[in-house]
């Protein structure tokens, strides 16, 4: 939930000047989105995402970003569309930040996934994969494995306020992941934070993915454990295997697994759900005064990393191989 | 900026189901209003705007709030029109909150108001009290003089932590307004909140009203006492009588003021300043942890009350009585 910056009329009447989408008619901050502040926006051409991309967003990051939303787009990925302004540029300037307008996707994303949606996420994860193999851009991800120590060491200090024993108890994974994390994997662009906020449905059908900034260039099979863990867990902390096996096989249905990634599936998910603790803990240890942001809780994957610890193989996340 | 409560798909459609709107395409949490929770929801039937009624708004006054939008619809006047379930009904429940559906109106609120903006509004002010005047039902206004004595007991403990002397001034002023308070003035329906967020146009054109939410009976002349403190003074304090001017001729121009409603304006701009510093520092002294609306500031309605308290005659807010 994000609206970080005001607007002036003027500010946005000289930025859509160069676009051909007609007259603003209306204009809303979104409460929804954490990175970046969002805006509704209607014109004469219809309804609009408006993004302003704040400070946790690198700049040089966004050609990557809106470049290959414009690729999926024309691959049929459902998806943001870039709108291109008169000059053919997909990124402008508002209020001192970069800007870019992309079409308004309708949709639901499921605050109660069941089965269905799983395997509809694990499906559109593969066609994701399949759709971008011929992205020519690559952009490296920041937040695998070489980047959690130093996530670790900004929230070392701090680490037991939120549980007695964290601090040690991640220092330990991540030596162990730093020694176990697999080389080689099928890799291209994968999405990186495929959580149920960015996935629409309408009724039963995947009707389309958002938020793409934590895209990148890394192993598709780490793409489907960042899922397992944000989408295969029940509010009590269990894995849902049933929830696992939809996934994972409708995945396949799309893009096979090699024996590597199956293999490697569990290191994997031990790996992501230690990036979303980290950058949880980072988050909750550093909410600013006068936040408008609820950080979301780092316990969550503190549970989910232990379960991983104590799977031996594919087979249980549902895997059928 | 607010949206407080979560609902989820199967809540919405059970609630919807009540309506002939059609099928329901996305839904979004918006980052505006205070009180309320507001959803932007587009259907098959087009956008409209859900609001989930929080605990700050009394359920009782609901249907005076409801009728009254319907009633101000009817007359032609430009503001958020209820949209009724298939029994008629404008309110509904949902997520164990009372809930409305109204629908959505085009238009920006000016960031930064100009004396043109202030001509609409005095204008569209007047013209909703005319279109108010047979609204048969009737709300008291609990934040008139009678109800700042309470919210002053509520602060007054801890009032000078946000300016040293405040809690002996805002007494004094009490003590000054309930001796002093008009009585017998011209009533009606009044907005009692009409603040450039809840004005919105389309380039000049003053194109709707919304949020209602503190509409009650009261004097004509106190709302726009409210209006002057909200939309004529400048970002350094100054009161622009050019705005003044602007304001109080296009209300006249639809709705005379009554010699006594001239003689009262002072009065009833102290009166405003009071109310809104008192409702603001209350709110400024209970953000609760983990708030996620940013309190408005209370001494900006010490400086306000403080240029009030030096004036004379309506004159100095541009009425050419």
Same mark, same amino acid.
């Given at each position: 939930?994000?609206?970080?910056?005001?607007?002036?009329?003027?500010?946005?009447?000289?930025?859509?000047?160069?676009?051909?989408?007609?007259?603003?008619? =209306?204009?809303?901050?979104?409460?929804?989105? &954490?990175?970046?502040?969002?805006?509704?926006?209607?014109?004469?051409?219809?309804?609009?995402?408006?993004?302003?991309?704040?400070?946790?967003?690198?700049?040089?990051?966004? *050609? #990557?970003?809106?470049?290959?939303?414009?690729?999926?787009?024309?691959?049929? %990925?459902?998806?943001?569309?870039?709108?291109?302004?008169?000059?053919?540029?997909?990124?402008?300037?508002?209020?001192?930040?970069?800007?870019?307008?992309?079409?308004? !996707?309708?949709?639901?994303?499921?605050?109660?996934?069941? &089965?269905?949606?799983?395997?509809?996420?694990?499906?559109? %994860?593969?066609?994701?994969?399949?759709?971008?193999?011929?992205?020519?851009?690559?952009?490296?991800?920041?937040?695998?494995? $070489?980047?959690?120590? *130093? !996530?670790?060491?900004?929230?070392?200090?701090?680490?037991?306020?939120?549980?007695?024993? %964290?601090?040690?108890?991640?220092?330990?994974?991540? =030596?162990?992941?730093?020694?176990?994390?697999? +080389?080689?994997?099928?890799?291209?662009?994968?999405?990186?934070?495929?959580?149920?906020?960015? &996935?629409?449905?309408?009724?039963?059908?995947?009707?389309?993915?958002?938020?793409?900034?934590?895209?990148?260039?890394?192993?598709?099979?780490?793409?489907? $454990?960042?899922?397992?863990? $944000?989408?295969?867990?029940?509010?009590?902390?269990?894995?849902?295997?049933?929830?696992?096996? $939809?996934?994972?096989?409708?995945?396949?249905?799309?893009?096979?697994?090699?024996?590597?990634?199956?293999?490697? %599936?569990?290191?994997?998910?031990?790996?992501?759900? !230690?990036?979303?603790?980290?950058?949880?803990?980072?988050?909750?240890?550093?909410?600013?005064?006068?936040?408008?942001?609820?950080?979301?809780?780092?316990?969550?994957?503190?549970?989910?990393?232990? #379960?991983? +610890?104590?799977?031996?193989?594919?087979?249980?996340?549902? !895997?059928?191989?």
């Amino acid at each position: 939930m994000a609206v970080y910056t005001e607007i002036t009329d003027e500010e946005l009447a000289a930025f859509l000047a160069r676009y051909d989408i007609g007259r603003v008619l =209306s204009f809303k901050g979104i409460a929804e989105g &954490v990175e970046n502040s969002n805006f509704l926006l209607h014109t004469d051409a219809g309804f609009f995402i408006l993004t302003l991309y704040e400070k946790r967003v690198n700049e040089a990051d966004l *050609p #990557f970003f809106l470049g290959l939303l414009e690729h999926l787009s024309v691959k049929g %990925l459902s998806c943001p569309q870039p709108v291109k302004a008169r000059d053919g540029a997909l990124l402008g300037r508002l209020a001192d930040r970069p800007a870019a307008v992309v079409t308004f !996707l309708d949709g639901l994303w499921p605050r109660r996934p069941e &089965v269905k949606h799983c395997a509809g996420v694990g499906e559109a %994860l593969a066609r994701l994969h399949r759709a971008g193999a011929d992205f020519p851009m690559r952009r490296a991800n920041a937040l695998s494995v $070489a980047g959690w120590a *130093p !996530l670790f060491r900004a929230a070392e200090a701090r680490a037991d306020e939120v549980l007695p024993g %964290l601090a040690v108890a991640i220092a330990e994974e991540l =030596s162990h992941l730093e020694r176990a994390w697999p +080389q080689g994997l099928p890799e291209g662009v994968i999405h990186a934070d495929l959580f149920p906020d960015n &996935v629409f449905f309408l009724g039963d059908r995947l009707s389309g993915l958002i938020d793409f900034y934590f895209a990148c260039t890394d192993a598709f099979a780490y793409d489907l $454990a960042i899922c397992l863990n $944000a989408w295969c867990f029940e509010p009590d902390g269990a894995f849902n295997i049933t929830k696992g096996m $939809a996934m994972t096989a409708a995945y396949e249905r799309v893009h096979r697994l090699t024996p590597a990634e199956v293999a490697a %599936l569990p290191t994997l998910a031990r790996g992501a759900a !230690l990036r979303f603790l980290l950058t949880r803990l980072v988050d909750w240890l550093n909410v600013p005064a006068g936040a408008m942001v609820r950080p979301k809780d780092p316990l969550e994957y503190v549970r989910k990393l232990r #379960f991983h +610890q104590k799977v031996a193989n594919a087979r249980e996340y549902g !895997l059928l191989a």
